[in-house]
């Protein structure tokens, strides 16, 4: 048990590190509190970010608290994630090409006792990163230089805990007929349903800073002065989110007890109401003078044109609805008739038209309300594994997605004319299961996406883009099962 808290802590350690690395290339993280992050671990982007109603034991989904009471019991879950994104940034002249790779995020999973779940971890909630540079020619010569440039973000520690108030089965017998080569004749048949009621909620402390810097520079390096606007700004306070699921299973089984059918419906939903949280402002302008190269030179000071510190004011997240629904045929039996299929619906709504900054000055909201939709697939050929012998691939776990957002980013490419963008694209990846570690449940997942953001119209930016997930997860064998009362003779 030390061991593992000591593992815990030094991923935990390593996981704040890694989140001060810039994690988003994109121009559009200039709006709001830049780009947003999801439920983007690798299981779950591999299916299109479906995961709602996901109700899978061996990892923890964050997306819907009220899934922590589905963990198994005795056995925690120790989750990490690594993401990346190789992007294409086009305009109609131009081209240029981003990259970045890191560890994003860490959870734990805990079974506190039958029918209780908890879990809490550290993810980032989004990313500032970006640098648009616009060079000013007169007469062929490049005379003047702005350079629009951020970085950092927002992070989430978040701790939640779920209960399943509703638990409870029922099986009755029914006759039906059957053909076969003699004739028709009558089984009974046993149908069995069972119902699941979960409810769950998180508490989130945003924390983090985002730098803002605006530069503007003169090639004349002898009687122009250059000017720049540090502006950062510091964010910490909680938020909130309430889940509920519900999920059905059915299934007929012969009057020996041999299952021949097995579905399970789930639905889930989520809700995040519109918080402000505290926030302060420092901004830092001042005009200076370049020595050296052209417009990467040395900087020689000259005047102070405006300095705030720790301005205290304050940030709106807007409410946030969630829903989605999963269909699950199987697992029958063991081995070959363990084969298993999921199919899930994700919808997510956030009022980003309401968001604002309270620092004096009049705020003005450049976002729009953001709807994003996701269809994931998952397919186990062998999902319950008694024989020595089982296909390793076989026990793999397939998984492909679409998704479709309308995302909060718009502009005004004329007078009164408001242009939005919108993302799409397809995801596929592999669920591994790790079976050196005797009954559990350790998986790795590998996941990537291709995707579009915006486009070259009107002169925006289109972003095509690969992204790449990697995550683990981690459950205790047999030996080492938690919160178990042993008993001795």
């Known amino acids: 048990m030390l061991s593992n808290i000591r593992v815990l802590f030094l991923i935990l350690l390593f996981s704040s590190v890694s989140f001060a690395q ?36 061996s990892k923890i989904n964050h997306g819907n608290p009220a899934l922590y009471s589905y963990a198994g019991r005795f056995r925690p879950i120790f989750q990490v994630g690594m993401n990346g994104r190789f992007s294409r940034f086009e305009t109609e002249t131009t081209t240029t090409n981003q990259r970045h790779f890191g560890l994003n995020q860490f959870q734990l999973g805990i079974p506190i006792k039958k029918r209780w779940g908890a879990a809490l971890g550290l993810k980032p909630y989004s990313f500032t990163g970006y640098k648009i540079s616009n060079y000013i020619v007169e007469e062929g010569d490049t005379t003047q230089l702005y350079t629009n440039e951020g970085s950092g973000g927002i992070n989430q520690f978040y701790l939640g805990v779920a209960y399943q108030p509703l638990y409870f089965g029922h099986a009755k017998l029914k006759p039906r007929k059957l053909k076969d080569s003699t004739g028709t004749y009558t089984d009974t048949v046993s149908l069995t349903r069972h119902h699941t009621l979960s409810i769950g909620a998180n508490t989130n402390f945003l924390f983090g800073t985002s730098t803002r810097t605006r530069t503007y520079q003169f090639s004349d390096q002898v009687s122009e002065v250059n000017s720049r606007v540090d502006n950062g700004l510091r964010v910490s306070g909680l938020t909130y989110d309430f889940g509920l699921n519900y999920q059905l299973k059915w299934g007929v089984a012969n009057a020996e007890g041999k299952k021949l059918r097995k579905y399970s419906f789930s639905f889930g939903a989520s809700y995040s109401p519109g918080l402000k949280i505290k926030a302060n402002q420092d901004l830092f302008a001042y005009s200076y003078v370049s020595q050296g190269s052209k ?81 994931g697939l998952e397919w186990t050929p062998i999902s ?10 076989s026990k793999m776990s397939y ?14 490419t004329s007078p009164n004319n408001y242009t939005g963008l919108t993302s799409y694209g397809m995801s596929f990846g592999l669920g591994i299961p790790v079976t050196m570690i005797p009954n559990s449940n ?12 915006g486009t070259t119209d009107n002169g925006l930016i289109q972003e095509r883009y690969i992204g790449l997930f990697v995550g683990l997860s981690i459950t205790p064998g047999r030996g080492d099962l938690w919160f178990l009362k042993r008993k001795y003779d």
């Open 22 to 57: 810039k994690g988003t290339h994109t121009p559009y993280s200039i709006l709001g509190v830049g780009e947003l992050m999801g439920n983007d671990y690798a299981a779950f982007m591999s299916m299109g970010g479906v995961s709602m109603a996901n109700t899978d034991s």
């Open 295 to 375: 417009f990467n030179g040395s900087e020689l000071f000259r005047d102070t044109i405006e300095y705030i510190s720790d301005n205290q004011g304050s940030i709106f997240i807007p409410e946030s609805y969630k829903g989605g629904f999963e269909f699950r045929i199987g697992p029958i039996d063991v081995d070959k008739k363990s084969s298993l299929l999921r199919i899930g619906v994700d919808a997510r709504y956030q009022k980003w038209s309401a968001y604002y900054e309270d620092f004096g000055p009049t705020f003005d909201n450049q976002l729009k309300d953001r709807l994003q939709l996701g269809l």
């Open 384 to 393: 319950i594994v008694t024989l020595p012998r089982t296909s390793f691939f």
């Open 399 to 412: 998984r492909l997605g679409f998704t479709y957002t309308m995302t909060e980013l718009q502009f005004e």
């Open 442 to 453: 350790t998986n790795i997942n590998f996941g990537a996406s291709l995707g579009n953001l």
